[in-house]
């Protein structure tokens, strides 16, 4: 069956439906990883985006659902240049497509992604429709299309109630943004004991478990939606509780302490991002997934310095929170899909614990 990519500048794309034939508007976005294109599929940060892999070929190794980081897929929309029929994997239970067709999500192969992908680079991202209706009408959708923000994401993909990963090590409170699984599962597996708390979530619960430490998780949208959230993370920046955040939970600490975040062109996302220690001068090669960013001149030097920077375009990449146990990244070191390189951040949130424990 044929299908149509429209985006909001006129250009169509022609190609083959994958997955669901229901039309669908969402935010086009390009993710540069080579394998992964599970753990993307189900990563809740692209709920309310639709996913362009530039790699061309995509699915041959199939779905094996125990490394999916979410119990679903959250993008809108899958677009490929060649999608795999068969796989051949032995840990693989199904193809791309049935997953696709079985969470209703509706994709188009068969188009040329490196166009696509030019497109975005060159003039930013834009929103776009996957549709199979062969009498679409370009003028009536591209109103349609200007007009579509992504709202709510965070609650959409946000734990519904509280949950353990129980462990005998320190305790450590999760705040859910739409968490990938790798973040809790790096944290259980150095002993610690994570309570998931959905976004929601008020400060004064969180504190009064008596946490050993804060995890500020990843998420999807425009952190400056998430204005709940904000109030909250004031209030447990000024606790002593040590606390590491990661991609949203970055900016938004970033927001609740007086910086501002504004829209990039076309974002970062996939597994080969460069990020430089300012501190050690050693440059990790991370995983990413984000559309804002903290913006440079809007930190202030007595709150926090600028701790991480991207190689390729000098952004800022994370941040230490003078007077306060505090450290953000806005690159994933759980990784999945992506390099290792940053795990070790992990290991320096455990100590920060440690030293506040023994303090």
């Known amino acids: 069956m044929k299908a149509f990519l429209i985006l909001e500048d006129g250009t169509v794309f022609e190609g083959t439906s994958i997955g669901s034939t229901r039309e669908v508007i969402s935010e086009i976005v390009f993710n540069t990883s080579m394998w ?25 190794y199939g779905i094996c659902r125990e490394d999916m980081e979410s119990k679903r897929p959250w993008v809108d929309g899958y677009i490929v240049h060649e999608l795999s029929r068969t ?18 999500i509706p994709g188009i192969a068969s188009i040329d992604t490196r166009a696509l992908t030019k497109i975005l680079r060159e003039k930013g991202t834009m929103n776009g429709m996957i549709t199979t209706d062969i009498n679409y009408n370009v ?15 965070v609650d959409r993909v946000s734990s ?19 968490a990938k699984k790798n973040i809790g599962d790096s944290l259980n597996k150095r002993g610690c004991n994570v309570t998931i708390y959905p976004a929601q979530t008020s400060a004064k619960e969180i504190l009064e478990s008596n946490p050993d430490g804060i995890m500020l998780s990843n998420g999807p949208g425009d952190p400056k939606e998430c204005e709940y959230e904000i109030e909250q993370i ?3 920046y000024k606790s002593d509780v040590p606390i590491f955040a990661i991609c949203l939970g970055h900016q938004l600490m970033a927001l609740a302490t007086g910086a501002d975040t504004k829209k990039m062109k076309y974002g970062h996302r996939g597994g080969n991002h460069p990020v430089k220690d300012l501190d050690t001068g050693r440059v990790y090669i991370s ?15 007595s709150v926090a310095d600028v701790a991480f920077v991207n190689v390729n375009d000098n952004t800022v990449e994370g941040l230490r929170y003078k007077e306060k146990s505090i450290f953000t990244v806005q690159f994933h070191p759980e990784a999945c899909p992506g390099p290792k390189d940053s795990d070790v951040l992990f290991d320096e949130f455990m100590k920060m614990m440690e030293v506040k424990k023994n303090a």
């Open 160 to 178: 519904k109630k509280k949950r353990v990963l129980k462990g005998d090590g320190y305790n450590v409170a999760l705040l859910d943004l739409g």
């Open 139 to 153: 003028d009536e959708i591209i109103p349609k299309l200007k007009s579509y923000s992504p709202r709510g994401v």
């Open 234 to 236: 004031k209030e447990l």
């Open 87 to 104: 796989h051949s994997n032995f840990r693989s239970d199904e193809s791309i497509q049935n997953i696709l067709e079985e969470y209703d």
């Open 36 to 60: 992964g294109y599970l753990e993307v599929l189900t990563d809740p940060s692209y709920a309310g985006q639709a996913v362009c892999m530039t790699y061309p070929l995509i699915g041959n």
């Open 287 to 301: 995983s990413q997934n984000h559309g804002y960013m903290v913006d440079a001149d809007s930190v202030d030097e």
